[in-house]
């Protein structure tokens, strides 16, 4: 399983970006999908997630900026980051909790991590 983020850059105060992350491989089923972040010297946090059955949770840090929103179809997570705050800046990780082939349980896999930067 491998899951690939896009969307990422370089965006000035109070603007918006578009986080997208797709799953693929030998996939029987996605539960929770979602996003969490880490900016330099901080611990990694969640940002938001979704259910297989759109149940949302987002962090309070960024509820009423951040959207999160999912196709199940596509494996796909999007994550629409409006009003924007340099406090946003950090590398941005997908995350999916995955039923593969072959295995025997649910398991947490990672994207690679996409940079925003929130300019003041």
């Known amino acids: 399983v491998q899951l690939q983020a896009s969307g990422g850059g370089l965006v000035e105060s109070g603007g918006s970006l578009r986080l997208s992350c797709t799953a693929s491989?030998?996939?029987?089923?996605?539960?929770?999908m979602g996003w969490y972040r880490q900016a330099p010297g901080k611990q990694r946090e969640l940002v938001a997630s979704v259910t297989g059955r759109g149940s949302t949770e987002y962090s309070d840090i960024v509820k009423g900026r951040f959207t999160i929103s999912r196709d199940n179809l596509k494996n796909t997570v999007n994550l629409q980051l409006n009003s924007l705050e340099p406090e946003d800046t950090a590398v941005y990780y997908c995350f999916s909790e995955v039923f593969a082939v072959g295995s025997s349980k649910w398991k947490n896999y990672w994207g690679q991590g996409t940079l925003v930067t929130v300019s003041s």
């Open positions: 491989g030998h996939i029987i089923s996605i539960n929770r």
